[in-house]
């Protein structure tokens, strides 16, 4: 079956540096679509950014995400974190025709800017 | 714009209940899900519906059961709570479209004694 891998645990960074949390895939589809959720303390998941096209840069809220089908990759990039990025991360993968849009989640990321 | 509700919020049972939790939904949207949260394991997916009536297995399917009643309400019983068990149920909707968004609900959180 389908599977992500996120950068595992905590990432801890200094406010104002630049910061990538790291999503790979396996899935047998050619064609799959690849989403970020964020979940700030005490929320619910919300999405940030999806993609299904490859090599084509997403951006949303000075996040911004390229999937690279080559590398099954779907890396978060920011080029300067705020105290306000704080939260989980997950990476999420669907395959198309499905019909279900049914989501496999990755474990998350917590992500923890420091002043 | 809508919103899903979840009951209750907080939810106490002992080993061996029958507990039921239950998600709301007013998107008008045709598919509903329920998730498990668990520190470090992420999200994952217990049953979704499709369409009222309709019941879709997922990954961590055993030990639950689930109703679709009618298009805006989706319930998950844990057939017998695990002792010490501890977790967050989300409950999320989306259109019936690949690639469509998923809406959360602010979760039930479980606790077993």
């Known amino acids: 079956g389908d599977s992500v891998t996120q950068t595992e645990g905590l990432v801890t960074l200094t406010e104002g540096l630049p910061v990538m949390l790291n999503c790979t895939y396996q899935?047998?589809?050619?064609?799959?679509?690849l989403f970020w959720y964020v979940q700030h303390l005490n929320e619910s998941p919300r999405l940030l950014l999806k993609?299904?096209?490859?090599?084509k840069r997403t951006e949303h809220q000075g996040f911004h995400a390229t999937l690279h089908k080559s590398s099954s990759s779907f890396h978060l990039q920011k080029s300067s974190a705020q105290l306000s990025d704080s939260a989980l991360y997950y990476c999420?993968?669907?395959?198309?025709?499905?019909?279900?849009?049914?989501?496999?989640f990755g474990k998350g990321t917590k992500f923890s800017l420091i002043p | 714009g809508g919103i899903i509700t979840q009951t209750p919020k907080f939810l106490i049972g002992q080993e061996g209940q029958k507990l039921t939790l239950k998600c709301q939904q007013n998107f008008n949207h045709d598919t509903m899900y329920w998730y498990r949260q668990d520190s470090g394991k992420g999200l994952r997916l217990i049953y979704y519906s499709i369409t009222e009536n309709d019941l879709q297995k997922g990954d961590l399917s055993e030990g639950y059961d689930a109703s679709r009643e009618k298009k805006s309400s989706f319930s998950l019983t844990v057939t017998s709570a695990q002792k010490n068990e501890m977790a967050v149920f989300l409950c999320?909707?989306?259109?019936?479209?690949?690639?469509?968004?998923?809406?959360f609900g602010p979760g039930t959180r479980l606790t077993v004694l």
């Open positions: 999320a909707s989306s259109i019936e479209t690949d690639y469509a968004e998923q809406f």
């Open positions: 899935t047998i589809y050619s064609n799959p679509f």
């Open positions: 993609s299904f096209t490859d090599n």
């Open positions: 999420a993968l669907s395959d198309p025709g499905t019909g279900s849009n049914r989501l496999t």
